[in-house]
């Protein structure tokens, strides 16, 4: 089956202390990221701080990466919003960027549409690229969920939106996807770290990853491992990442993997407000999992 990877991380971007990217520290990280454990990235997610960018710095950013890590490894571009066209335009104008090979769409957030607007949304979304798409489904974020039955539906009318971050935190929702949609042709990645080896027990392919910018090669060999049907090994690697895991989520993403890449001397930059440091308890917590981490390996 082709995928885009098995580990594909949801990158931090690199502020400046006045809010702007530092495209040079950004570069930098995706390539470190590549060259440990990661098969691809993705770029303007999330845990990249997204919502706090401007769309000419999404744009020059996944220029910028492409133009320095393409051939090494997949990139997803983050272009979803909660306006439809604004989404669907926003996606003409990155596939027209060579290199990019898929787009992550988040559902609607904060307007809570229906099953029948989340089909519409992506539906114009599809309808406005060739490029694969990755549905998002993270409701803690959102506010409201896409049903399997709805990304069912949105397959087989649009193959190319051909995968979802199934990040709601119940596994019967990734159980049910499968079920509806059995073939290769659609893939099923966990959105959370946490959740990642009971995922690909159901059928999931890989992770979009927050945990692998400090555990990248072992989140991929856990995979491997279950791949192979070493099922003893990737359990203990599971057990291993439970800490770090753990303290990734301490408190809102991307505060603590942001503070804990500085920490193991990636140039992460400031944050954006409204995320701003970790509070004191919250830093003793990473700083305790990193180093458990790092006497472990």
Do not use: W
């Amino acid at each position: 089956m082709k995928t885009f990877g098995r580990v594909l991380t949801a990158m931090i971007t690199s502020f400046n202390e006045d809010g702007s990217v530092n495209f040079e520290n950004t570069v930098a990280i995706a390539k470190h990221l590549l060259a440990n454990g990661s098969d691809g990235l993705v770029v303007c997610g999330t845990t990249g701080e997204n919502p706090t960018m401007s769309k000419a710095d999404k744009i020059q950013l996944f220029k910028e990466i492409v133009a320095a890590c393409g051939d090494q490894g997949t990139i997803i571009a983050g272009v979803g919003s909660n306006d439809t066209k604004a989404t669907a335009e926003f996606a003409k104008e990155v596939s027209e960027i060579s290199g990019i090979d898929g787009l992550l769409v988040v559902v609607p957030y904060y307007n809570k549409p229906n099953q029948k607007g989340q089909y519409l949304h992506f539906k114009t979304v599809a309808e406005s690229t060739t490029l694969p798409i990755m549905v998002y489904n993270v409701p803690s974020r959102v506010g409201t969920a896409i049903s399997p039955a709805t990304i069912a539906k949105l397959h087989h009318e649009f193959p190319h939106i051909n995968a979802v971050k199934e990040a709601s935190g119940n596994l019967a929702i990734g159980t049910e996807i499968k079920k509806l949609l059995p073939n290769d042709d659609f893939m099923l990645y966990s959105g959370d770290d946490g959740l990642t080896l009971p995922l690909l027990s159901v059928g999931g392919v890989g992770v979009i990853s927050v945990v692998a910018h400090i555990a990248g090669t072992e989140m991929n060999n856990m995979i491997q491992a279950f791949e192979q049907g070493d099922l003893s090994t990737a359990m203990k690697i599971n057990r291993d990442l439970f800490d770090i895991t753990k303290a990734m989520f301490v408190t809102t993403n991307p505060i603590p993997v942001k503070y804990a890449s500085r920490q193991i001397g990636l140039p992460a930059g400031a944050f954006n407000l409204p995320m701003c440091e970790p509070n004191d308890e919250e830093a003793v917590a990473i700083d305790n999992a990193l180093a458990e981490f790092k006497n472990n390996k």
